[in-house]
């Protein structure tokens, strides 16, 4: 995990921070996501000051000063390949301590801000009542919507219990967060579709913390690479660039360029996983790390020909603003909130034109492209998003909420 203290600052009322989707994860081993990211950055601006939140079934369970700093150590620890090794109900409870929770109702400090980073438990309104008696308040942040816009990528499941947690939060919540303009577009029509008010809301875009590089990536690998970065599900079409790959072996044997593949096992992905064991023509030219430490991820990104992301939808997008910080050019779907995010600078196609990425991949793989060179003279002007700007724009919505 990235560092991602840079420029803290005090906050401007006391804060507690909801981690309990950082805990769950934690327990079970599963490696930090892109909303697990924001919430680990809220941690590492926040642990000097704040106090954790543990919610179970929608009860806000408050951590002491001392638990709470325990907890922050041991989320920051096992997100940078520091914590413990073997994530278990046990450890979490010697990290807490006897006395390291309080149950409902809550202790407070005065008129104590409420951070949730992550979707998890906002469908419970106990929660947000919970936070209301004790005179405090809740900003959420929202990721997306895309369960309730593009239902048909998600579970049944999902798609109901998110547009509970969206209708929830907008009744009760004292102000949204989103990641981009297009998430609070979203938000805004789903507000306006079902009657629902629309608290205080600002935009604040994620941060990343990579360097960029000395020198144009992949220039010097042995074999050329491209990269595809998140969870194998259905909307990050997978599939597709897959066959595209297929297709590349066909034609070019061994010297197709090979396709790293990092991210965790999703939902609705067999055809996906199915393709990766048992296509005889994928298996030297496919690389799959289903559980990649961010350096590693970090490593073949740097050396890569380009990142490739044919999302049909995404809520932001963080390897393409990190890919673009690095100066690796990127590959991408046509979406408004990737030209939100990187304007100009990527090569933008039809995340189902076969023709067209087939194109460009061909190109970028050449040792020599002018394609591709174009994009790493556009990408020289990307500015990086900061987190430090991330938190200037949080810290000033949370005084105007004052």
């Known amino acids: ?15 507690r921070l909801d981690v309990t989707r950082l805990v769950h994860r934690w327990v079970r081993g599963i490696r930090p996501t892109g909303v697990d990211r924001v919430g680990l950055a809220y941690v590492r601006r926040y642990a000097g000051q704040a106090r954790a939140i543990v919610a179970i079934r929608g009860v806000p369970v408050a951590l002491t000063h001392g638990a709470s700093n325990r907890l922050f150590r041991l989320l920051l620890g096992a997100s940078e390949g520091g914590g413990p090794t073997a994530p278990s109900l046990s450890a979490l409870a010697r990290v ?38 004790a005179g405090a308040r809740t900003v959420v942040m929202v990721h997306d919507l895309i369960p309730i816009t593009h239902p048909h990528y998600c579970r049944p499941l999902s798609v109901r219990q998110h547009a509970s947690r969206m209708g929830t939060a907008l009744r009760f919540a004292a ?45 010097d690998t042995a074999r050329a690479h491209f990269v595809m970065v998140g969870t194998i599900e259905p909307r990050k079409n997978h599939w597709f660039i897959l066959h595209l790959w297929r297709e590349l072996v066909a034609q070019w044997g061994n010297a ?121 003279a556009r990408v020289a002007g990307f500015r990086k998003p900061t987190w430090s700007e991330h938190f200037a724009v949080l810290e000033s919505f949370l005084d105007r909420l004052a």
């Not at 995990?1 to 804060?15: I, Q």
């Not at 929770?101 to 008129?111: I, N, V």
Request: with cysteine; hydrophobic share 40%.
């Open 175 to 219: 102000g949204i967060i989103t990641n981009s303009q297009a998430t609070l577009q979203a938000l805004t029509a789903f507000a306006d579709e079902h009657g629902l008010p629309i608290p205080p809301t600002t935009v604040a875009r994620l941060g990343v913390d990579v360097k960029p590089l000395p020198v144009s990536p992949g220039s």
């Open 96 to 133: 807490l301590g006897g006395s390291g929770m309080s149950p409902y109702p809550l202790s407070w400090q005065g008129r104590e801000t409420v951070l949730h980073t992550a979707h998890s438990g906002l469908e419970y309104s106990r929660y947000f009542r919970a936070v209301l008696s």
């Open 1 to 15: 995990m990235r560092n991602v203290t840079e420029g803290a600052s005090a906050a401007p009322c006391p804060l």
């Open 256 to 376: 197709a360029p090979q396709l790293v593949i990092v991210g965790r096992q999703g939902w609705k992905c067999a055809n996906e996983l199915d393709m990766l064991v048992q296509c005889p023509e994928l298996r030297d030219a496919v690389v799959y790390l289903p559980d990649c430490p961010d350096a590693t991820m970090l490593e073949r990104l740097r050396s890569a020909r380009a990142l490739l992301f044919p999302s049909f939808v995404e809520g932001y997008g963080l390897p393409l603003a990190e890919a673009l910080s690095m100066g690796v050019p990127v590959l991408a779907s046509n979406l408004p909130v990737f030209r939100e995010v990187a304007g100009d600078v990527p090569d933008y196609l039809d995340p189902l034109d076969g023709a067209a990425w087939l194109a460009r991949i061909r190109s970028y793989a050449q040792p020599h492209s002018e394609d591709r060179e174009r994009q790493v």
